[in-house]
């Protein structure tokens, strides 16, 4: 299959994250509605629905623009020359905005299915060293899967590790600065206050590091 233009490519992205944020956002508020208040059942749902999500929009949007759904999941790609465009560095760039600009579109998307205020900032804060040490974790072994992943199976191990993640990490691994955006435009259950923020996106930077780190760590050498 031919590779998809840069605008096709900027557009996969742009709808992917509004997708994947609508669905992150939607199905917390949603589960939360309908819960009772019990936040186990909550978060459940808001597991079960995203992991769903990710795998659908991974596997129809990756042959297009290999559903990076995250700026650093982009930044890496781009260290590792794995972007096929001519300008590797500005179209780094445009798939960051672009997915910038879809986070804040699932957000909106999110809020009108629901009948909700569209422009929204959470209350909810998230800080703390056991909440950032729990972005790091979470981002460094999100960025570690998806460089280890054998051919064909990135989908399904993405969506199983965040699954996993959702419950492990104290953070409910965010593990996406994209991510943050939206939920920080959103005043739900899944949401997080602009103050808290900084301190998960630098923790997801530091983290993306380390997966890069340990996913070179393990890579090997084809044979002459």
Same mark, same amino acid.
């Given at each position: 299959m031919p590779a998809a233009s840069l605008p096709r490519q900027l557009l996969a992205e742009c709808l992917g994250t509004a997708a994947l944020l609508c669905v992150v956002i939607g199905s917390g508020i949603m589960a939360e509605r309908l819960a009772?208040?019990?936040?186990?059942?909550?978060?459940?749902?808001?597991?079960?629905v995203t992991v769903w999500a990710l795998y659908v929009l991974i596997e129809t949007l990756g042959p297009v623009s290999g559903a990076h759904f995250n700026p650093l999941v982009t930044l890496v790609m781009w260290s590792k020359g794995q972007m096929a465009l001519m300008d590797?560095?500005?179209?780094?760039?445009?798939?960051?905005?672009?997915?910038? +600009?879809?986070?804040?579109? !699932?957000? *909106?998307? /999110?809020? @009108?299915?629901?009948?909700?205020?569209?422009?929204? &900032?959470?209350?909810? +804060?998230?800080?703390?060293? !056991?909440? *950032?040490? /729990?972005? @790091?974790?979470?981002?460094?072994?999100?960025?570690? &899967?998806?460089?280890?992943?054998p051919a064909g199976k990135v989908s399904l191990l993405v969506a199983s590790y965040i699954g996993a993640a959702y419950w492990c990490m104290a953070s409910t691994s965010f593990a996406n600065p994209a991510a943050v955006?939206?939920?920080?435009?959103?005043?739900?259950?899944?949401?997080i206050a602009p103050a808290s923020a900084p301190g998960f996106v630098l923790a997801q930077c530091a983290g993306a590091l380390i997966g890069l780190g340990l996913a070179t760590l393990f890579e090997t050498k084809e044979k002459p």
């Open positions: 009772g208040g019990n936040v186990a059942v909550a978060l459940l749902a808001n597991t079960l590797r560095a500005q179209a780094a760039l445009l798939f960051i905005v672009f997915k910038l +600009l879809g986070a804040v579109l !699932g957000a *909106w998307l /999110a809020h @009108a299915m629901f009948d909700l205020p569209i422009l929204q &900032t959470s209350t909810k +804060l998230r800080t703390g060293n !056991g909440q *950032w040490i /729990a972005e @790091a974790v979470a981002t460094a072994g999100l960025i570690f &899967t998806i460089l280890r992943a955006l939206g939920r920080m435009l959103s005043d739900s259950f899944a949401g």
